[in-house]
């Protein structure tokens, strides 16, 4: 499609407010020659067009998600070592095979966990992996955005400082964000507090602060995974800000064991949160207290975490669990509505990421955009029903079964449901013939 164009839908969710979210009737979305958003509102108040393409689409359009924390290139690893808890899936099964899987697969899974999320609205995803070069060319070619956390840790055989160089070394030659349309933004992915030596972790600090880089980190996700640090700081949370990493951009996945001190000093610190609750469920590691961390202020996102511990990367999902969990550990069926839920993945995942050209749909804003249609029995009623249904049927009932298209930056990346820029099945191929080599 040329630039500039106009898309007519029926109802679109700008998803622009922090407490609510307005359906916007009869509406018109421009987007403008360099794949940003000129206009999003009611079709009356539209500017007058200029040779513009004009597309008109049925149901809705909504912000492209945010996963706000992911492991994508574990589409390899699917399904391995699904029965065990946290720590002994990781020592026993995931570091084991991930030991064996080197560049080609490692970008082989990337592109079919990018292809999968697109296919399912998520257009950002905050990746933590190794071969950071090699997720990046991933995405670049499926036409995705990603925020790259380049994994750090101590394992043997594996130089932390190091990895931190080489992390310092490509956001200096390359900047924080590149790609077309600043697809890929890189940093710093310290696994944890418990894999990493207190040098470590300052060290990183030392190296992000300054450049502005982002620190993508696991944190208290387990009960027993971080009982020394608990020892000798009191909390991860304080440790992490001991060494000075939250002076600077923190996005810290999982958060299931923090304590009501822990989410203050996150909440006084600027920290994003990931929220992962369907990883967090199936492995057993707790519900996080989402609503504290709400009620505190803190911007929390949400993440599928990797397709190996969910084990799908269905934002939707999590959306969906985030509310119903929300409202189980609470007993109270308000503590989360589905307003709130969608918007914890659009406007929440951005503001978690500390982004500002994502997630909403406003003037300015790359035009990650995606369409839903309405063909499903959970959409019988229409769209003319009351706002509040409309959204309780596209959270509850609809989910990604009915995302058509999807576009970055103005980029049509999935038409018909089918990713544009590559074949899927042979990115399926591909990953089948990986997982085999992993498995061996």
Same mark, same amino acid.
């Given at each position: 499609?040329?630039?500039?164009?106009?898309?007519?839908?029926?109802?679109?969710?700008?998803?622009?407010?922090?407490?609510?979210?307005?359906?916007?009737?009869?509406?018109?979305?421009?987007?403008?020659?360099?794949?940003?958003?000129?206009?999003?509102?009611?079709?009356?108040? #539209?500017? %007058?067009?200029?040779?513009? $393409? &004009?597309?008109?689409?049925? !149901?809705?359009? @909504? *912000?492209? =998600?945010?996963? #706000?924390? %992911?492991?994508?290139?574990? $589409? &390899?690893?699917?399904?391995? !070592?699904?029965? @065990? *808890?946290? =720590?002994?899936?990781?020592?026993?099964?995931?570091?084991?095979?991930?030991?064996?899987?080197?560049?080609?697969?490692?970008?082989?899974?990337?592109?079919?966990?990018?292809?999968?999320?697109?296919?399912?609205?998520?257009?950002?995803?905050?990746?933590?992996?190794?071969?950071?070069?090699?997720?990046?060319?991933?995405?670049?070619?499926?036409?995705?955005?990603?925020?790259?956390?380049?994994?750090?840790?101590?394992?043997?055989?594996?130089?932390?400082?190091?990895?931190?160089?080489?992390?310092?070394?490509?956001?200096?030659?390359?900047?924080?964000?590149?790609?077309?349309?600043?697809?890929?933004?890189?940093?710093?992915?310290?696994?944890?507090?418990?894999?990493?030596?207190?040098?470590?972790?300052?060290?990183?600090?030392?190296?992000?602060?300054?450049?502005?880089?982002?620190?993508?980190?696991?944190?208290?996700?387990?009960?027993?995974?971080?009982?020394?640090?608990?020892?000798?700081?009191?909390?991860?949370?304080?440790?992490?800000?001991?060494?000075?990493?939250?002076?600077?951009?923190?996005?810290?996945?999982?958060?299931?064991?923090?304590?009501?001190?822990?989410?203050?000093?996150?909440?006084?610190?600027?920290?994003?949160?990931?929220?992962?609750?369907?990883?967090?469920?199936?492995?057993?590691?707790?519900?996080?207290?989402?609503?504290?961390?709400?009620?505190?202020?803190?911007?929390?996102?949400?993440?599928?975490?990797?397709?190996?511990?969910?084990?799908?990367?269905?934002?939707?999902?999590?959306?969906?669990?985030?509310?119903?969990?929300?409202?189980?550990?609470?007993?109270?069926?308000?503590?989360?509505?589905?307003?709130?839920?969608?918007?914890?993945?659009?406007?929440?995942?951005?503001?978690?990421?500390?982004?500002?050209?994502?997630?909403?749909?406003?003037?300015?804003?790359?035009?990650?955009?995606?369409?839903?249609?309405?063909?499903?029995?959970?959409?019988?009623?229409?769209?003319?029903?009351?706002?509040?249904?409309?959204?309780?049927?596209?959270?509850?009932?609809?989910?990604?079964?009915?995302?058509?298209?999807?576009?970055?930056?103005?980029?049509?990346?999935?038409?018909?449901?089918?990713?544009?820029?590559?074949?899927?099945?042979?990115?399926?191929?591909?990953?089948?013939?990986?997982?085999?080599?992993?498995?061996?």
């Amino acid at each position: 499609m040329p630039f500039p164009f106009r898309l007519h839908a029926p109802a679109l969710l700008p998803c622009d407010r922090d407490d609510d979210c307005p359906v916007v009737r009869d509406a018109a979305l421009d987007i403008d020659a360099t794949g940003r958003i000129s206009y999003a509102g009611p079709r009356a108040g #539209a500017p %007058a067009l200029n040779d513009a $393409t &004009v597309t008109e689409l049925d !149901g809705i359009l @909504l *912000p492209g =998600l945010i996963n #706000a924390h %992911a492991h994508s290139p574990m $589409t &390899v690893l699917r399904g391995m !070592g699904g029965d @065990l *808890p946290l =720590l002994r899936w990781l020592r026993e099964v995931i570091w084991p095979a991930e030991a064996r899987m080197g560049p080609k697969e490692i970008r082989a899974g990337m592109v079919l966990g990018s292809i999968e999320m697109l296919r399912h609205g998520v257009t950002t995803s905050a990746e933590m992996y190794f071969q950071g070069d090699k997720v990046a060319d991933a995405v670049l070619t499926t036409g995705a955005r990603a925020v790259i956390g380049c994994p750090i840790i101590d394992l043997p055989g594996m130089d932390w400082r190091a990895m931190i160089t080489e992390v310092d070394r490509w956001i200096d030659a390359d900047g924080l964000r590149f790609g077309p349309a600043d697809r890929i933004e890189i940093g710093y992915g310290p696994h944890s507090a418990y894999m990493l030596p207190e040098d470590a972790l300052r060290a990183i600090a030392e190296s992000a602060v300054p450049r502005g880089a982002l620190m993508q980190v696991h944190v208290a996700e387990a009960r027993d995974e971080d009982v020394s640090q608990r020892e000798g700081h009191g909390s991860v949370p304080k440790l992490l800000d001991a060494v000075g990493m939250l002076d600077g951009r923190v996005l810290a996945a999982h958060c299931v064991h923090m304590s009501d001190e822990d989410i203050a000093l996150f909440a006084r610190r600027g920290v994003g949160v990931a929220h992962c609750p369907g990883s967090n469920a199936k492995l057993a590691s707790g519900i996080a207290r989402l609503t504290d961390l709400q009620a505190a202020g803190i911007d929390v996102g949400l993440g599928t975490d990797g397709p190996a511990s969910n084990d799908d990367l269905d934002l939707w999902h999590e959306v969906q669990l985030a509310a119903m969990l929300a409202r189980l550990s609470t007993r109270d069926s308000t503590a989360l509505s589905a307003e709130e839920a969608l918007l914890m993945s659009t406007r929440g995942g951005a503001a978690a990421l500390g982004r500002d050209d994502i997630g909403v749909l406003e003037p300015g804003r790359w035009a990650d955009l995606v369409h839903v249609d309405l063909d499903d029995p959970t959409f019988a009623g229409g769209i003319d029903v009351p706002d509040e249904q409309l959204l309780a049927n596209l959270v509850w009932g609809a989910g990604s079964r009915r995302v058509r298209d999807v576009w970055v930056a103005g980029e049509q990346v999935v038409s018909a449901a089918e990713p544009t820029k590559v074949d899927r099945a042979e990115a399926q191929r591909v990953v089948r013939s990986a997982g085999a080599k992993v498995r061996v």
